[in-house]
């Protein structure tokens, strides 16, 4: 069965405290891996898609890597406003474009 | 690029109406939207995948004549819940994909809340 699981479920950072948010998939063949971000009542903002393992992706204070069983998104130096639930996807090469996403984590950075 | 929006962002019902929930790509074309409901600190659970100029794929579990969807153009898609009932109440958010090229990307509306009394 295709499964996708994320960790930490919950994260507090001080600000400036650097980390790795973890994505592990098991899936039947991937086509891609998609992470995001969501703010409390709000839909989900893309950040990063990778394909391949080795890829990496970096915006800003976040990088995403990937390897053929899990991704990382490293905060680097984080700020109070990065504080928000990162979501993972994957999606799948059978079948249609649809995403299984991860459960989040939550991640909230003090000042 | 790659706007999504919603329609309406909250909507409150009785139980017992219908609520119809527009979801309309802005500046780019969707042959292919999808519909998630999200509980509180939940993940996103996908719904249907809805086609433009076909019947939706239902994900197992989801009634399809509770959960009406119309894709009636290349950018606009609706759900309509039918006689809502407050189990129905929950975040409804919908995702569009851009077609051609090399883009997978969904990219997603700001939500709908809805709340049945």
Redesign the interface.
């Known amino acids: 069965e295709d499964q996708v699981t994320q960790s930490p479920e919950a994260l507090r950072l001080q600000e400036g405290e650097s980390s790795s948010l973890n994505c592990s998939y098991t899936v039947s063949g991937l ?2 891996l ?1 992470w ?1 971000r969501q703010d409390p ?6 950040l990063f ?1 990778l394909y391949s393992a080795g890829e990496e992706k970096e915006k800003e204070r976040l990088k995403a890597t990937l390897t053929k069983k899990e991704s990382f998104l490293h905060i680097t130096a984080p700020k109070p406003e990065d504080s928000a639930t990162y ?1 993972c996807a994957v ?1 799948l090469t059978s079948g ?4 299984i ?4 984590t ?1 991640l909230k950075v003090l000042a | 690029g ?1 706007v ?1 929006s ?1 329609h309406p962002s909250r909507v409150i019902c009785k139980s017992g109406t219908s609520v119809k929930i527009e979801c309309r790509s802005l500046d780019f074309q969707a042959t ?1 939207m ?1 519909w998630y409901r999200q509980f509180p ?6 719904m249907a ?1 809805s086609n433009e100029g076909s019947k939706a ?1 239902y994900e197992q579990g989801v009634e399809k004549d509770k959960f009406l969807i119309n894709h009636a153009s290349l950018t606009l898609s609706t759900l309509t819940v039918t006689s809502a009932h407050p189990e129905d109440s929950s ?1 409804y ?1 919908c ?1 569009a ?1 851009v077609e051609g090229g090399p ?9 709908t ?1 809805l709340t049945v009394l």
């Open positions: 086509r891609g998609f995001y009542g709000k839909g989900p903002e893309f898609t979501l999606q249609t474009y649809k995403y996403f991860g459960t989040g939550r | 790659a999504v919603q292919t999808f600190k939940q993940s996103l659970m996908l995948t794929t975040f958010i995702s994909r883009i997978n990307e969904q990219f997603f509306g700001p939500g809340r």
